[in-house]
C-alpha cells in the first residue's frame, strides 16, 4: 500500500485524507497545531459557489489604499517593510485586470460548484455526520454603491446560471425580520450552502482515523529532505518521517516550506476574526454585511460572526478595535443583536492563505515526481476543501482531473531555482 504524508491538517489537508483513503492509500497527517484553532475551525463555514469574483479584481488595489492606514476598516495591510508582501502585491497587482479576472470566473464557478456537490455525496454517503444547510446567502446592503456592485454581480451570477433574487427591504425583513428597516435589500443566492466548520473537522477527523489515518498533532515540520527530483523525507522537531508521496497543504505557511525546496508559491495570510454567540438569536439564513463586509452564519448550536481582511504577517495577533468594528456593523444591520463585552473577548482569528491571483495552488510542481500541492485558498478555503481533496488524489493517482488544473498549476509563478541546482538544497 503506498504511503502518503500530508503537511497540514486544515481542511485541504482533511479533504485529501478522505478521498486518499477512498483510493487504498495508507495516510498520515502531520500539524504543528493540537486541532484547535485556525482558519479551517473558525471560518464562516460558507459553501459559495456564488463567490466567482476573485479578490484580485479592478478597484481592489485603490479600496486597500484607501483602508490601509485605518485599523477598523474591513480591509487593512499593515505598513511594515516586508519584502515577501511586496512581491506578493506586485502579483496582486498584474492579476487585477478585468481580463484575469474574467478568466478566472468559470474556474472559482466550476470549482465552487462541483465542491459543493462533493459535500452533498459526502453527506448522502453518512460516512460521517455533520450540519449541512442549504438556505442560501443572503448579500445584504445599506448604500447605494454597495447595491449597485451587488446588482452587477448578481446579474452575472444568473448569467453564469446561478439562482440569485434581488430583495427590497421588505422582503429581506419577510425573510429575516431581525434586518433593520434602513438596509436597502440583499441580493440571496440560492446556490450557496453553509456548515459548521469545527464539528465537520472533528467528524471527519474520526472517521479518518477509524480508517487507519494517523494524526502527528504539534508537530513542526522543519525540513523536507529531497534527492534527485523527488522528496525523501519531511523532520519534525521529534522524529522524521518518510512515505512514497506528499501533500503540502499548509496554508499560510506553505510558501516558505515551498521556498525551501525552490519553489515559488506566494502566498500572504490574511487575518480573519470570528466570534461565537450562544444565546437564541433570530437569524436563520446567513448574510454578508456587505458594506461592512461581515459574514454572520446561523450554525449547529451558536451563530457566528466574521470578518476583516488584515495583511500584517502569519500572526495571530487579536485587534480590538477590528472586533469592535465587526460588533458595530452586526449592530447596524440588525439593531437588536448587540455583542457582549465577553462574546467580543472570546473573539478568535485565522489566517486565510491568500494568493495573488485569487486562484489556488493545486497540483503537482514540475520539480519533484512526489510532491502534490493543495494550498491558497484565500476566503473560498472552507468551500473549495472537498474538490481539493478530490483534485490532489486524481494527481497522486494519476486520473483525469478537471480541465481546470493548468490555471491552478501551482508553477504559475515561475520557479526559484532550476532542478539541477535543487540537490540538498534543503536537506
Ligand atoms: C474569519 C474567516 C472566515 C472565513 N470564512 C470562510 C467561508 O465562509 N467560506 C470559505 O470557503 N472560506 C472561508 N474562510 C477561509 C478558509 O477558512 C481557509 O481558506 C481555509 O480554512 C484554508 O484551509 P487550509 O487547509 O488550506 O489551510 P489551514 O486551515 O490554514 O490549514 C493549514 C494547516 O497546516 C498546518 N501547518 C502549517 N505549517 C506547518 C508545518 N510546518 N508543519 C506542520 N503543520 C503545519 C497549520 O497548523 C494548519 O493547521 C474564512 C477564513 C477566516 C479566517
Same mark, same amino acid.
Given at each position: ?22 483510493? @487504498? ?55 511594515? /517593510? ?24 468559470? +474556474? !472559482?464557478? =466550476? ?6 456537490? /462533493?459535500?452533498? #455525496? ?12 442549504? =438556505? @442560501?446567502? !443572503? ?27 434581488? !430583495? ?6 419577510? &425573510? ?106 433570530? +437569524?436563520?439564513?446567513?448574510?454578508? !454585511? ?50 457582549? #463585552? ?14 495573488? =491571483? ?44 478537471? =480541465?481546470?488544473?493548468?490555471? &491552478? ?19
Amino acid at each position: 500500500m503506498k504511503q502518503v504524508i500530508i503537511i497540514g491538517g486544515g481542511i485541504s489537508g482533511l479533504c485529501s485524507a478522505y478521498y486518499l483513503v477512498k483510493e @487504498g492509500y495508507q495516510v498520515s497527517i502531520i500539524d504543528k497545531n493540537d486541532f484547535t484553532k485556525g482558519a479551517s475551525f473558525i471560518n464562516a463555514g460558507y459553501i459559495v459557489p456564488s463567490h466567482f469574483i476573485s479578490m484580485a479584481a479592478p478597484g481592489m488595489i485603490t479600496k486597500g489604499l484607501k483602508w490601509m492606514f485605518n485599523s477598523s476598516s474591513p480591509f487593512y495591510i499593515k505598513p511594515r /517593510l516586508d519584502t515577501e508582501f511586496f512581491k506578493w502585491a506586485l502579483h496582486f497587482k498584474r492579476a487585477a485586470t478585468a481580463q484575469k479576472v474574467e478568466r478566472s470566473i468559470p +474556474v !472559482l464557478k =466550476d470549482l465552487n460548484l462541483k465542491s459543493r456537490e /462533493l459535500y452533498e #455525496e459526502m453527506l448522502s454517503s453518512t460516512d460521517f455526520p455533520f450540519h449541512y444547510a442549504n =438556505d @442560501g446567502l !443572503l448579500m445584504a446592503y445599506n448604500s447605494s454603491e454597495g447595491e449597485e456592485e451587488e446588482l452587477k454581480i448578481a446579474e452575472r451570477a444568473v448569467a453564469e446560471g446561478l439562482e440569485a433574487d434581488k !430583495l427590497s427591504n421588505l422582503e429581506l425583513r419577510r &425573510l429575516q425580520p431581525a434586518f433593520s428597516k434602513n438596509i436597502i435589500g440583499a441580493i440571496h443566492y440560492k446556490c450557496d450552502s453553509h456548515t459548521t466548520p469545527q464539528h465537520f473537522m472533528a467528524s471527519l477527523k474520526t472517521w479518518l482515523e477509524e480508517k487507519g489515518v494517523a494524526f502527528y498533532l504539534q508537530q513542526e515540520v522543519r525540513k523536507i529532505h529531497t534527492f534527485q527530483g523527488k522528496i525523501i523525507s519531511v523532520e519534525t522537531q521529534d522524529r522524521t518521517f518518510e512515505a512514497d508521496e506528499f501533500v503540502l497543504a499548509a496554508g499560510s505557511w506553505t510558501s516558505s516550506l515551498a521556498y525551501s525546496l525552490g519553489l515559488n508559491i506566494p502566498i500572504q495570510g490574511g487575518k480573519g476574526y470570528s466570534t461565537n454567540v450562544y444565546r437564541p438569536l433570530d +437569524v436563520s439564513i446567513p448574510a454578508i !454585511l456587505v458594506e461592512a463586509k461581515v459574514a454572520v452564519t446561523p450554525m449547529d448550536g451558536f451563530t457566528r460572526f466574521a470578518g476583516t481582511m488584515e495583511f500584517s504577517g502569519n500572526n495571530t495577533f487579536i485587534r480590538k478595535n477590528r472586533v469592535e468594528a465587526i460588533a458595530k456593523a452586526v449592530n447596524t444591520y440588525y439593531p437588536e443583536i448587540k455583542l457582549s #463585552e465577553e462574546e467580543k473577548a472570546a473573539a478568535v482569528s485565522g489566517l486565510r492563505p491568500v494568493s495573488p =491571483d485569487g486562484l489556488p495552488f493545486i497540483g503537482r510542481s514540475g520539480l519533484y515526481k512526489n510532491l502534490t500541492l493543495g494550498a491558497g485558498h484565500g476566503m473560498m478555503g472552507w468551500s473549495l476543501g472537498p474538490i481539493t481533496g478530490k483534485l490532489i488524489t486524481q494527481t497522486i493517482s494519476q486520473k483525469k482531473a478537471l =480541465d481546470h488544473m493548468q490555471a &491552478l498549476n501551482p508553477d504559475r509563478f515561475h520557479l526559484i531555482r532550476k532542478q539541477d541546482g535543487l540537490k540538498n538544497t534543503s536537506s
